[in-house]
């Protein structure tokens, strides 16, 4: 079988060569791509193309879609979650949060993980493969009209490791930009990582104006390699020596995302340690109550602990934010919702 070329993954350049080099004139390229930018589906949506060149399109090329498999909203506050499938009947999700400066999207960039971390619901359940760029595209496409809203930031911090599907998160972020399109600019972007730590110095190089945040979740290589196994390949000394080079290179202030677990990575002594370690740096570090994903036997921590340790932070002149976790009630960290699901098809006996 001959593979079918990912249209919607192509930069206008590349569809360019590709038309020409099926024999049709240029100028079909740049009505292909608006057609694509809209969000159409199907080539047939694409009137102003002869039926023949659509016909010829149609054996030679696909066009990503997500399409809404699950969708819940959340009672307390405007979050939506949706399970998407594509062609191939794998499926992820994403998450709308409504915000003061407007609709984030958390989309994914893998069907599951293969970093293991040990409090994620999408780590559990094993690696399936990357998405493609086109993939990534159509999950805020697909929120977006749903809602009926436009989208203006983004977040990669669904199901998936990003640096480990480099090639395709970093062509995504260049046709998110794309101004007939999303224009969903690299500013609005955040990049979250496990911390692959040449991945970081590779992303550095590209120069992009994205946000990175880094999952630290620890303070030192003995309780974060217990949670995170990325921390055995990555000490955490080269991992922060990364992001102060990220910086330098490119201007851009670090985030680290840090899930307070009760009883593991909660305690005063741990947020002493960190503050030492960040103090002088130029960063952010954003607390989350950990998640209580079933079969782990994490439990968050409590309003004080959380508390006191932003305080410890702030004494080392480290900013912290507590955040709010937003649409607790629909499975709203990611891998949650899909992992219900293939156990719901097993249980019916589907797969
Ligand atoms: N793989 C990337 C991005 C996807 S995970 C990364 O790990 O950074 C997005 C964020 O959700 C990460 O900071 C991750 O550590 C966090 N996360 C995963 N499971 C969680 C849970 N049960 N509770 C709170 N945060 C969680
Ligand atoms: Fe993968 Fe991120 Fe989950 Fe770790 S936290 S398993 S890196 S998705």
Redesign the pocket.
């Known amino acids: 079988m001959t593979q079918l070329t990912d249209i919607k993954s192509l930069t206008l350049p590349e569809l360019q060569s590709y038309i020409t080099g099926c024999g049709f004139p240029k100028f079909r390229a740049a009505q292909i791509h608006d057609w694509l930018s809209k969000g159409a589906a199907d080539f047939d949506e694409m009137k102003n193309l002869p039926a023949a060149m659509r016909a010829q399109l149609k054996t030679s090329c696909y066009i990503s879609v997500a399409t809404i498999e699950k969708k819940q909203v959340s009672r307390y506050d405007k979050t939506v979650k949706y399970l998407f499938s594509f062609r191939d009947g794998e499926c992820v999700e994403a998450v709308v949060m409504h915000y003061h400066h407007g609709e984030s999207v958390c989309i994914s960039t893998q069907v599951g993980?293969k970093?293991g971390?040990t409090?994620?619901?999408?780590g559990k359940s094993g690696f399936s493969r990357s998405l493609t760029a086109s993939e990534m595209l159509a999950q805020i496409e697909a929120a977006g009209r749903d809602l009926n809203v436009r989208i203006s930031n983004v977040v990669?911090?669904?199901m998936?490791?990003?640096l480990d599907n480099f090639d395709n998160v970093v062509r995504f972020i260049e046709l998110a930009g794309d101004e007939k399109g999303l224009c969903i600019g690299a500013r609005h972007i955040t990049l979250?990582?496990?911390g692959i730590v040449p991945k970081i110095y590779e992303l550095a190089q590209r120069r992009l104006q994205i946000n990175l945040?880094v999952?630290l979740?620890a303070p030192n290589d003995a309780i974060r390699s217990k949670t995170m196994p990325i921390a055995k390949a990555y000490p955490m000394e080269q991992l922060l020596k990364a992001c102060r080079d990220y910086f330098d290179a490119t201007g851009r202030r670090v985030t680290f995302?840090y899930?307070l677990i009760h009883n593991v990575n909660d305690s005063d002594a741990c947020a002493d340690e960190l503050g030492r370690k960040l103090r002088g740096m130029n960063c952010h570090v954003n607390l989350?109550p950990?998640?209580a994903?079933e079969g782990t036997g994490y439990q968050k921590s409590n309003v004080q602990r959380q508390q006191s340790f932003a305080n410890i932070l702030a004494g080392y002149g480290v900013t912290a934010t507590v955040r709010r976790t937003l649409g607790s009630d629909i499975d709203a960290?990611?891998g949650q919702l899909r992992r219900k699901h293939i156990k719901e098809e097993k249980d019916k006996g589907g797969i």
Do not use: K, Q, R
């Open positions: 993980c970093m971390c409090f994620c619901a999408t990669l911090m669904g998936g490791e990003p979250s990582t496990c945040a999952s979740h995302e899930s989350i950990v998640n994903v960290s990611c």
